[in-house]
């Protein structure tokens, strides 16, 4: 899956343009970046969201245990990758018919964080047990909200473009070939959201999260990593 969004609709990390900048190499524009996904993959849908949103994806070399799915509601759009272990009492919690699936659950819990929930962002992604990647866009508030599971077991990565988009996928070769060293693996266990302002661990909010400068043999610009208690007091 691949989604990529301009800088008017989130802003590239700090540390991944420094990471690009530091160590330059070839970069594509978001646009040819989705026109690789499209012609790579085969039976692969692009979807195009108003003006600066790109989102793809495509069942092709899917794992049996990690399918891929997309859906739209209400100018939601949600790609989400992965199986939810949950998803029969989610369902319950939100009202949803035994035929809803996981991208479907998604969607619902979104709304319900952006129109009526009394918890944080970290505490409805907490609520999601299971291997799961996924990327949410809201039209309407042009929100971005991405997430990725505890264990890190649906691979996700991020990047910049050479025309400053945001892009998300669950392959990093394609990302390497787009976004240079301006690129890095998406944090387990942490969601992205514009609401909030940037990068958030769900399993330890109060906990920063830092980004660790990679050597120049990496694929990566920067690895993003959670600051656990025994980082914090040793750094007192």
């Known amino acids: 899956m691949l989604g990529v969004f301009s800088g008017s609709i989130v802003s590239a990390p700090d540390e991944l343009i420094a990471a690009g900048s530091r160590t330059p190499s070839p970069k594509i524009t978001a646009t040819a970046l989705v026109n690789r996904f499209v012609e790579t993959n085969s039976s692969a849908v692009s979807v ?3 003006d600066y949103v790109q989102l793809a994806y495509t069942h092709h070399n899917e794992s049996p245990l990690r399918p891929r799915s997309f859906a739209v509601k209400d100018e939601i759009f949600c790609l989400f990758e992965g199986a939810l272990d949950n998803l ?4 319950q919690q939100y009202g949803l018919a035994k035929s809803a699936n996981e991208v479907i659950l998604v969607i619902e819990a979104y709304k319900a964080l952006r129109d009526r929930a009394p918890y944080p962002p970290n505490h409805v992604v907490g609520h999601l047990s299971g291997n799961f990647a996924f990327i949410v ?3 309407s508030t042009s929100t971005l909200f991405v997430a990725s599971d505890q264990f890190g077991k649906v691979p996700l ?3 910049i473009t050479a025309d400053g988009y945001v892009a998300f996928a669950d392959d990093a070769e394609l990302l390497k070939g787009a976004c240079g060293k301006s690129l890095a693996s ?3 266990g942490c969601f992205f959201s514009t609401t909030v302002g940037g990068l958030r661990s769900y ?11 990679a050597t120049d043999e990496e694929i990566w610009g920067a690895t993003f990593k959670v600051e656990g208690p025994a980082v914090l007091a040793a750094r007192q």
């Open 203 to 213: 399993e330890n909010p109060k906990n920063k999260i830092t980004a660790i400068p």
């Open 137 to 139: 866009f809201d039209k």
């Open 186 to 188: 998406f944090p387990q």
């Open 157 to 159: 990565y991020w990047g």
């Open 88 to 91: 029969g009492s989610l369902r």
């Open 48 to 50: 195009q969201v108003g």
